[in-house]
């Protein structure tokens, strides 16, 4: 076994013993890393705290050269997770943030911008800012890292461009836009209006054009009503924080 060293975003940690848990973290160096915590339940532990849900912590742990769980042997605390004013928006987006991180990312699959990503959108729910922004960001910026994310602005199925004007058929199954060609015969549709297709192609950029954009209520209500069938269908079951988001723009 070899000692390996990292920073992490705890995602999960659940019962094993009286006194020890089974962790799931998403590391910057190493990728998703499932681990036994000895001792993590005791109220003095070796860990002091460091494995709260959300937090981000320097971890030092014993890979495994088999199936078997790693052994965690060191958590120092870097940053707790304290949604800004107790607010639940702020708190359940987190906590969504940490599902997606767990449902999309398999073990040892190192992808240092989605950490990076996850960790400025945990701090920006942390500090109070709008939660539709920051979330649509993280949420687009996972799918390009993870390869997942639609053709927007050109059809999925022959590549030719297709205007973001009316209404424009998104087909899930071909994983992206489709043209007036195309369209005939595909399955899974949603119409995208030419204001949220427009959204979408601005906050999937890697610049930072998307910081300041206004969301209007009627445009984030169809966003996310388009990204929470996509993410079903990606996934193969709706991700249980869905219920908790809501469809407000602040």
Known sequence: MSSEKATAIVLRATEFSETSAIVTL????????????????????????ALDLLAVCRVVFLRKSSDALDLLTEAKLERRFRPHGGDLSNLYAAYYVAELLNELTEDYDPHPELFDVADETLIALRNGSAVAPVLLRFELTALRVLGHLPAWETCAECGNPVAASGRVPFSQSAGGVVCKSCRPGQKQIVSLSAEVLTVLVRFSARDDAWRGEQLGQRTYGELRAALNHYWAHLLGHPPRMHRYLGTSAN
Do not use: C, T
């Not at 998403?26 to 705290?49: D, M």
């Open 26 to 49: 998403f590391s910057r160096e190493f990728g998703k890393i499932r681990a036994l915590a000895k001792g993590a339940r005791r109220p003095k532990g070796p860990f002091e705290s």
